[in-house]
């Protein structure tokens, strides 16, 4: 027996050192002379002035925190506000919003299925999509990625089970959007209910950036929900579910992440309230996101990385391994732009590789700028990368 009941924690820090896969926290600060293409502000609203004055404004009426879970004190009239525009704006019948976008698929994900239900999860899902599937008790195959077709085998594997397609409507890895019209049509034949995560496609996608499922035509149906965050789009904080309402209903009597999770702050509802609005008056916002993503992703390609093609606003380019990327990434932020750096174990294909995330209010100098800068630093073998992350 060890004496150090944490002895093995120095031999997992040197596998990770040794693999290029040590990750530490940053602070930022409040001001810099960094381009950001690391976040997600896809709309350019975090710091919209009439955004940062709704969030002060509901803190100055409502307290800094929510005091409470939804269901005892943690539900506010903001809250009830932006669950009602959220859901007339992205075309639902009724909305439920939570403190993140992580905890609204672990609600969504955990209510709707149970020991007996079957899941069907697309390989390329986020992690918080996983760790649903892992805490429902349910069943769960992981279909081949973006795969009608592998979607309605796996269904057809298990005739009359109670059963929920996940997938997410934009991967958040290299940008690449679902088929979710097939995927509705799919679950709709074999009665199967489909959930999507709509985190990076609300406020890029579909008319006015109302998301993906309002531009597959599925929003509203009778055996789809969705979930969104407040986190990217509308600059602010929290996520959202929406679906019919007899759904709403349910999450909020069975669902542990609203039962027992403290409510979304006011500050971040009345950010989010206001920001909802600002896109709703303005919605040329979303079609300035996916021309920028377009320009990045055109520029890199010319340029001769291996760079996917974006369907929203994320833009990944192939990095030829895990500490290329790294440095990549370090040099990008050495020479002003900052980019984000995924490697493994956050994809699922284990292909290291930069995400620039476009926004709205990227001016075209900047874009120029941007790409500048990620092919000047680019590390040997980067032009060399093929699709399916090996040099060719």
Known sequence: MHPDPFHWLDDAARDRERAGLVRTLSPRPADGDLLDLAGNDYLGLTRHPTVTEAAGEAARRWGAGSTGSRLVTGSTALHAELERELAAFCGFESALVLASGYAANLAAVTALSGRDGLIVSDAGNHASIVDGCRLSRAETAISAHADPEAVGKALDAHPGRRAMAVTDSVFSVDGDAAPLAELAAVCARRGAALLVDDAHGFGVLGDGGR??????????????????????????????????????????????????????????????????????????????????????????????????????????????????????????????????????????????????????????????????????????????????????
Do not use: M
């Open 211 to 392: 998301g993906a499922p309002h531009a597959a035509r599925i929003a509203g149906a009778s055996g789809v929900v969705a979930t969104v965050t407040l986190s990217k789009s509308l600059g602010s904080q929290g996520g959202a579910v929406l679906g019919p309402a007899r759904v709403i209903d349910h999450l909020v009597n069975t669902a542990r992440t609203v039962i027992f999770d403290t409510g979304l702050a006011p500050a971040a509802a009345g950010a989010a309230l206001a920001a909802l609005r600002l896109l709703r008056a303005e919605p040329g916002r979303a079609g300035r996101v996916r021309t920028a993503a377009r320009d990045l992703y055109e520029r890199l390609s010319a340029a001769g990385l291996t760079a996917v093609r974006p369907d929203a606003a994320v833009v990944s380019v192939r990095a030829p391994a895990p500490e290329a990327a790294l440095r990549w990434a370090a040099d990008c932020r050495a020479a002003g732009l900052r980019v984000g750096c995924f490697r493994p174990p956050s994809v699922p294909d284990g292909i290291s590789r930069l995400r620039l995330t476009a926004r709205a209010d990227l001016t075209g100098e900047q874009i120029v700028a941007a790409v500048d800068t990620v092919v000047r630093t680019a590390p040997p073998g980067a032009r060399g990368v093929s699709r399916n992350g090996l040099a060719s």
